[in-house]
Every structure is written in C-alpha cells, then in structure tokens.
C-alpha cells in the first residue's frame, strides 16, 4: 500500500514539478524587473494550448521527425525514471543504471539534432550545431562525479549512490558542496538557461536551444517543450538527492525534495535576473569549468587516499 | 576439416565456373557459391557452440601431414606439427566472418552492376574475394605459428588486390600501394616475431611455445627469459597493432576505405581490421600474462588512438573517410577493452577481468555488423548520388527511406548508445572499473578511463548525428538530380540484416556462449583451470543484463506504443520560416555538415589535420575569393611525409647510376661480378 502511494507521489511530481519549476523561474525574473507577472502555472497552460493545437511541419521533413520527436520524450522520461526521490526508490535500478542514465541523455541528445535539421532551415542547423558542440564536455564531467560519488559510496546503482552519500566528514563536506555546484552548473548546460543561453531571446543568432524547435508547432512543441522541462528537473533532482542526508524519514526527505527543488528555480530565476549571457565564444570555457571541477573532485580523493 | 575443405573447394570452383559466363550470370553463380560456403561456414560454428566434441580434433589432413613427416622425419620436422584446431574463439571469429560474407554475396551482384570494367579484371577481384575469404578462415584456424604468418601475408595481398579493383584512378593506385606497403612493415614484424620464437623454442607449434613460455615461468624468475618475453610481446603486438589501424599506424585507413569499392571496404573493417584483435589474444595465448606495465601502455595507446580517430571522424565531410575514422576509434576502444582485461588480471580484480572481456566480445560482434552496413550503404548512397562528400548531399530521406532506416539504425549503433553492443560494451567497462574503484583505490587508470570514455561517446554522438542529419534530412544539396526509387528487397536484407543479428547476439540470452570464450581463453592463456572465482563473477554480470534487457525490452514496447498513437496525428506541410526569406529553392540556407562542426574544429584544430586555404585578393571591394578545405592526416603531414622526403633526398644522390647507357649498366655487371671475386678471394686466404 505504501509502494503504491509513493509511485503516486512520483507520478504526480514527474507531471507537475518540471512546468512549476519554469512557472517559479520566470515569476521570480519578472519579480526582479519589477513587473506584476505571470502566473507560476503558465507553462501548464501554454503546454495545454499546445496540445489543442493542429501540428504544422514542415515541407522538408519526413516521418523520421515523428520518430525522433517520441524516442526524445521517452528516453528523457526512461532517464527520469532512473533517479530516486528522496528516500523512495526510483521505477527502475540496477547495477550500473548510472551509465544507461547518460546513455538516454545521449538518445535525446541525438534526436533532439534530428529535429532540429529535419526543418532544413538555417537557424535550427545553427542551433543543433551549437547545442552538441557545447556539450562536448558535459558528458565526461557526469561521468566523473558518478565515479566520485561510486567511490564514496561504494555502490553502483543511482538509488544506493544518491541514498548513502552522506555529509558525514570533512572530506564528504567538501566534496558534497563540489558536487552540488557541478551539478547545478549542469543544469544550467543541460536546460539552456541562462549563462549558456537565453530562452526569453528574440534574437535567433544568438539562441542555441529556442533556436532548434523554432519551426515545430502544436503538439510536437508541446512534447519537445516539456521534454526540454524534464531534463532540467533531472538535473535539479540530482542536485537535491545530493544534499538529502541519509538519516532521515522518508516522508521528510520526499519534502525536503520538493523545498530543494523549488529552492534551485528561484536560484535559478536569481541568475538569470542578475547576468548576462555570456559571449559565444566563451561557452566552451564555461563548459571547461563543470569538467575542471569534476576534475577537482577526483584531484581531491587521490590527496585523501594517499 | 574435412568440410572446410570441401566448402573452400567449393568456393574456388564456383568462382571459376563462373568466370565462364558473361557478367550477370557470372555475378548470380559467385553469389551463390558465395552464399552456400557462408552457410556452411555458419553451420560449422553453430554446431561447434551447441556441441563442442563434434571438433574436438580435427585428424584427417593432420594424419596424412603425419605420414609424411614420418616418412621424411628431418626435412618435415617444421611442419610436422601442422595443425588446425577449431577454438572457441576462433569460430566466434568465423561465425561472425560467416554472417557478413552471407550479406555481401546479397549485396555483391547488385553493387557491382554499377561498374564498367573489364571481363579479366572482374574475374580477378572475385578469385581475390575468395582468396580472401579461405585465408581468413584458416587463420582463424591454424595452430602454427608459421603458417599464421603465412597466411597473413596471403590475406594482406588478397586484400590489396580487392582494393584495387577500380585500377585506373590514381588515388587508388597510391592508396592501394601505400596500404600493401603497410601490410608488408606489420608481416615483417610478425615474420621477426615467429623466427625469434623458433630460435627460442625451437618449434612454431603454438602448443609447444605456450608449454615453453609456462615451464619458465614455473621455475624461478629468469632476467633473459624475461627480456626475451618483452621483446617478443612488442614485436608481435606493433605487427598487430598496424593491422588493427591503432593510432601512430592507423594512416592507411582513411586512405584505403574510399579507393576500395564498398563491399571490400565492408569485409575491410568488419573483419580483415579484427584479425589483429584475434593477433592480440594469440599473444596471451603464445607468451602467457604480460608484463604489468604492458597492459597500462595498451590501455592508454587504446583510448589515445579512439580520441584521435573519433576526433578526425568528426571533421570529416567524406562520407567513406568518415567512417574509416570511426573504425580507427573503434578499434582503439577494442584494445582499450582487451587492455583492460590484462589489468583486471594482473590486480586480481576478477571482476573487471570477466565484464572487459565480455565487452570485448560484445562490442566487436557489434561494431563488426553495425560497420558492415554502414559501409555497404554508403556505398549505395555513393553510387546512387554520384557523390561522397556530405556538404553536396542530404534530405535523402525523402528518395530512399529504407536506407535511412538502416542508417539511422546503424548511427545509433555506432555512437554507442542504447540499445546496441556498443553501448553494452561500454557499459560493462565502466561497471568494471567501478567495481574496480570500490574494491581497490582510484587511481589513474579509472580515472583516465572515466574520462576519455566520456569524451569520445559525448565526439561519437556528434560525428554521427553530423553524419546522419546532413546526408539523410533537409533537402538535398546536389545540382544533379536523383531518382526515388526503392531497393530491391535482397538488397534490403543485406542492409538490414547484420544490425538485427547485432541486436539479437549482444542481448543477455547469449551470455552463456561468450561465458564459454572466455573460460576458453583464461584456460589457454593464464592457465585459469575451473576457477570458482572467475565463475562467481560471471553471475553477478548476467543479472545485471537481464534486469537490463527487461527496462530495453520495456522501453522499446512503449517507444512503439506512443509512436503507433503519435503516427495517426494528421498533420499540414508548409515551407519552413527562414525570417522571411522566400526562395524557389529550399536549400539555399541549409546548414552543411562543414558548418555543422566548424566550432568543433576550431577547439580541436591542431589534432585534425584540416588545412583552410583562402584565396583572397588584395582589393579594396575584392570580387571574388576561394576557400578550400584540404585534410592531411597528422601522422601523414607531421612523421611520414618528412621521412618520405628524406629517403628521397638521399636516393636522388644515387640518380646518376641510371644514365640509361647500356654500355654504363654492362660496366655495373662487370664490376659487380669484381667485387664479388676479390670478396671470395679475400675469404680464401
């Protein structure tokens, strides 16, 4: 009976969660700019206009498009359904799940390039373009802190290294805090927000993700927006499951989930209201940082073993 | 044996039955022959994996070798011990040799069609084919080391003579003369190798060195003997190494895939490539465990040489240069995995010892299938669009869609990412260095390992969907025109059909079959006899992969299920928004595939070899200006060209000895036959 309340619980945080995060963002960027603003469940209502509307694509597409637009969506929900909430075990685990995680990331990866250059347009190949370019990096630096987090917790299951990874010495602080910067600057990669990208531009030469589905309409938007979603609450759950100590119920850390979440939009609607978007050029020195901080981390276990 | 040799007689006299007829009957007959040995090719190794006593020896040719050798004891004692043996691993080899000649004996008729060539020149590229084929085979299959080497040098010329098939270009020509030259530096090492073992051990049976090599190793740690080890190992592992395209030797890869037609180029890197693998795990086989520092300069050579090859495949817009690159990345990622192994072994980590090996194992019967129809379809791609080059293609999709499923299929494959065996081999791997981690400390192997594993899969998933996106979406770039028109279903099967088998051979069900290669070769190798140890981890590994397949399994149902509801979702067309531009033609600001990695090159630049030349005049309004791309591989523009120019250097001092005189070249033969007499005479006092 439990089992099953808690899997209601998840459903119910998986469906509603990544929208208020976006919602929660934007409120607190228009809150800066001294604006009234809009309500935090616009992007429901903007998901649910979608979906009513007709699908128009476009002349140069084929129905690879229809395969990518769905393998994207579930390979981000597959990815989703890996990490643990809190306490709660997440749908699936096994041994080494940690890499068929980066293994789905890089499935959407790749199908969301596929529909970007379906459209045949300029911009959308410009924003592919830079999309996998930039993420070059991202992927290394993931799979380094998943090895300092295996090492520390000696499991290699998603659920036992989120789980057990505890703030317990001196060490697991410092390496903690490292690893919960690195992955809120993923979040930040991963969701094209703002250092990397601005999704409220109107420019096209300077977007990198609102570049990619500009000529998608209707419900393929509405998929390729939500699974835009997902993936930053992928990243912010991680974020949060790293700073759940062990300790606790499993009510309570299902709570301190959700406030850590939340928490990390507002942070999040707080940097994109005090900086800019850094220049172009400078994207891959800002992707160098997450990778030289997952570096760092490893850096510091070999001093703390030797 | 016996019917090996039936099916190569077999083979030999369907291809010359068929140089009888005229080209379509003749392409028909080979294919058939063709067909038939793979088939029966195919059923020897299946029935050896159910039944393995059926081979156990295989008497008939050894007992007629037998007679003469006893009749002529002394001048027979090399080959007395001539024997072929099927291993286990030798018939994995064979079995998955067996599967993509079935699909290039489908593709081979249709393919060569194309081609305008002679009647004599036909005939001698299929002789050379089955050439090929039969010493491939017999590789796989000899247990003397001399007649490996032999053999391997029958393999590297039938291999050059397929490259050459389309003779008259000079591309292929260089390409084709610098490959056979290449061969030729890797037999040497491996003809050096053998003559330095029969000068040791005073056999080439394989047998009778591995006895050696163990005896010593028994008895108390001996200084020479074990010099004697390290030379051997890395004489016969460069050999090796150059035939598996690992980096500083991987330059004639690129260069020999886009001259040779591609089902040759196919057979190439699927198979031809993994012999060296093969070469690897004969060596554990010959010499034992290598030293510890030898499989930490395998291991790093393996993953400098993927980096590199994945970083050049993704600069590069040919489409056949493209996935050469991919195959050097490849084969670095192989013997990164084998490496990988012999370091599990040599800390004891039994663990990663078994998962790197079954990664091995996987991830070669995947990249070998997925490889194969690649190449074949690029080949089709190739002939069909008149064109290589990836920025004058695109929106392929729209005239062949078959091709684009194969393709999208095999660039999923390729980029190692879920459900295919390349990513199951990665994944095996990474959780064998993380058990690795957790049982012993992080040091730098994990570490490194971490790392570069994901660079090269986040630069694998770029060249790919680079590769895919631009030739099969958008609109095609081409000035000429190309017709719709769908493959013939055989052609289809040959496409289709080794990414299915991959699918079906890397999943969980057949563990048990690559549990039994891998106790073959710890058996042969490290003397590993009924290890309970070794048999406990394989347990573990297998249910990961059955909890692994069910999510898979999972995943593609409910893939299915929402594109089964999504499809049925009506849709409009209209052009697309290009910020109010409006031309007749749509393509006119597609991204190409150049654009698409140009801030890629310009991070990566010094390691790809990619020159940009601009012509620009020095005008105040210039009119017109030229930029042209040129790619020169590293080891090409930076080691050999050098080296070439100074042989050149130095040989052209010796020009005036070919003054083309007659009466000059009677006075070389007489002074020629002096020396050799006051050298005689100064030997006889």
């Known amino acids: ?306 | 044996m016996i019917i090996f040799l039936l099916s190569f007689i077999f083979l030999v006299s369907g291809t010359f039955l068929s140089f009888l007829f005229k080209k379509k009957l003749k392409l028909i007959i080979y294919s058939l022959t063709f067909i038939i040995t793979s088939l029966i090719l195919l059923s020897i190794t299946l029935v050896y994996f159910i039944n393995e006593n059926y081979f156990r020896t295989i008497n008939s040719f050894n007992n007629i070798l037998n007679v003469i050798s006893l009749n002529n004891a002394e001048e027979f004692s090399v080959l007395a011990n001539l024997s072929f043996e099927m291993t286990k691993i030798g018939s994995f080899f064979i079995f998955i040799l067996s599967i993509i000649s079935f699909c290039l004996s489908i593709y081979i008729p249709f393919y060569i069609k194309s081609y305008n060539i002679s009647k004599s020149q036909l005939n001698f590229h299929l002789f050379n084919l089955s050439i090929l084929l039969i010493s491939i085979v017999l590789l796989f299959l000899t247990k003397n080391l001399l007649i490996f080497v032999i053999l391997w040098e029958f393999m590297g010329f039938s291999s050059f003579f397929c490259i050459f098939f389309d003779g008259q270009k000079t591309k292929t020509i260089n390409a084709a003369i610098q490959y056979i030259i290449v061969m030729h530096i890797s037999f040497l090492f491996l003809l050096i190798g053998a003559m330095l073992c029969y000068k040791f051990t005073g056999s080439f049976s394989f047998d009778k060195i591995s006895a050696f090599f163990q005896q010593q190793n028994l008895q108390e740690i001996n200084i020479d003997f074990n010099k004697i080890k390290i030379v051997l190992i890395s004489i016969f592992s460069l050999g090796f190494a150059i035939k598996l395209g690992i980096f500083p030797f991987h330059f004639w890869l690129p260069e020999a895939h886009p001259a040779s037609p591609s089902h040759v180029s196919s057979f190439m890197s699927s198979i031809v490539i993994k012999t060296g693998l093969y070469g690897f795990f004969l060596l554990l086989n010959l010499f034992g465990l290598p030293p510890p520092v030898f499989s930490k300069i395998i291991i790093f050579i393996g993953l400098i040489s993927a980096f590199i090859g994945i970083i050049n495949a993704a600069s590069q817009t040919q489409i056949k240069k493209f996935l050469a690159y991919s195959s050097v990345e490849n084969a670095g990622i192989l013997l990164f995995l084998y490496g990988s192994a012999i370091f599990g072994l040599i800390n004891q980590s039994y663990f990663l010892y078994v998962s790197s090996l079954l990664a091995t194992f996987i991830y070669l019967l995947n990249h070998a299938f997925s490889k194969s129809s690649a190449f074949l379809s690029a080949g089709l791609i190739i002939h069909k669009t008149e064109n290589d080059d990836l920025d004058l293609l695109g929106g392929l999709v729209h005239y062949y869609p078959d091709l684009t499923i194969a393709n999208l299929f095999s660039s999923i494959s390729l980029s190692a990412l879920p459900p295919f065996g390349n990513f199951i081999g990665e994944l095996l791997i990474l959780i064998g260095y993380s058990n690795y981690i957790i049982n012993y400390s992080f040091s730098i192997v994990p570490f490194w390992v971490f790392l570069l594993i994901g660079i090269i899969g986040a630069i694998t998933i770029l060249s790919f969907t680079k590769y895919f996106t631009t030739a099969f979406l958008g609109v095609f770039r081409g000035k000429n025109e190309i017709e719709k028109k769908k493959n013939p279903f055989l052609l289809n099967i040959s496409l289709f059909l080794p990414l299915i088998i991959a699918l079906i051979f890397s999943s969980c069900f057949f563990y048990n079959y690559y549990f039994k290669i891998i106790e073959e070769v710890s058996l042969k190798s490290f003397y590993i006899i009924n290890d309970f140890a070794l048999k406990a981890e394989m347990i573990p590994i297998n249910q990961i992969f059955y909890s692994f397949y069910k999510i898979i399994i999972i995943f593609i149902l409910v893939f299915f299920l929402f594109f089964f509801i999504y499809n049925f979702i009506r849709d409009k067309k209209e052009r697309t928004w290009s910020c109010g531009f409006i031309s007749k033609k749509e393509d006119i600001f597609q991204y190409t595939s150049s654009s698409f990695v140009e801030p890629f090159i310009s991070i990566f630049k010094p390691l790809t070899g990619i020159q940009v030349k601009r012509k620009e005049k020095d005008m105040i309004f210039p009119k017109k200006t030229y930029i042209e791309t040129e790619h020169n591989d590293i080891v090409n523009k930076k080691v050999l060209s050098p080296i070439i120019e100074k042989i050149n250097l130095i040989f052209d001092k010796f020009t005036f000895i070919q003054s083309g005189k007659t009466q000059h070249y009677i006075l070389y033969g007489l002074l020629f036959l002096i020396i050799i007499l006051i050298i005689t005479l100064i030997r006889y006092f």
């Open chain 1, 1 to 306: 009976m439990k089992g099953i309340i808690f899997s209601l619980i998840k459903i119910f945080l998986i469906i509603f969660l990544p929208p208020l995060m976006i919602g929660i963002i934007n409120r607190v960027k228009t809150t800066w700019a001294g604006k009234y603003g809009q309500s935090i469940f616009q992007p429901f209502y903007d998901i649910i206009k979608l979906i009513k509307k007709s699908i128009i694509r476009s002349t140069s597409s084929s129905f690879i498009l229809k395969i990518a637009l769905v393998l994207q969506f579930i390979s981000t929900i597959f990815a989703l359904l890996l990490i643990p909430f809190g306490k709660i075990k997440p749908f699936i685990y096994f041994e080494g799940d940690f890499f068929l995680f980066i293994g789905l990331l890089g499935l959407s990866t790749l199908s969301q390039i596929i529909i970007a250059m379906e459209s045949a347009g300029s911009f959308q190949g410009m924003g592919a373009s830079r999309e996998i370019n930039f993420s070059i990096f991202v992927e290394p630096a993931i799979l380094l802190l998943f090895a300092s987090m295996i090492f520390y917790t000696k499991s290699y299951t998603l659920n036992k290294m989120f789980v057990e990874f505890a703030f317990l010495s001196l060490e697991k602080i410092m390496v903690g805090i490292i690893l919960g910067v690195s992955f809120f600057l993923i979040i930040l990669i991963e969701g094209k927000r703002i250092p990397i990208d601005d999704p409220a531009t109107h420019l096209e030469l300077t977007m990198i993700h609102e570049a990619m589905i500009l000529d998608l309409s209707g419900k393929d938007l509405a998929i390729s927006l939500y699974s835009g979603y997902l993936k930053i609450f992928i990243f912010s759950l991680i974020t949060a499951n790293i700073f759940i100590p062990s300790f606790i119920s499993i009510e309570l850390s299902i709570l301190l989930l959700i406030s850590i979440v939340l928490f990390i939009a507002i942070l999040i609607g707080f940097i994109e209201s005090l900086f800019p978007r850094v220049r172009m050029s400078h994207i891959p020195d800002f992707m160098l940082l997450v990778l030289s901080l997952s570096v760092i981390i490893v850096a510091l276990m070999f001093t703390m073993n030797t």
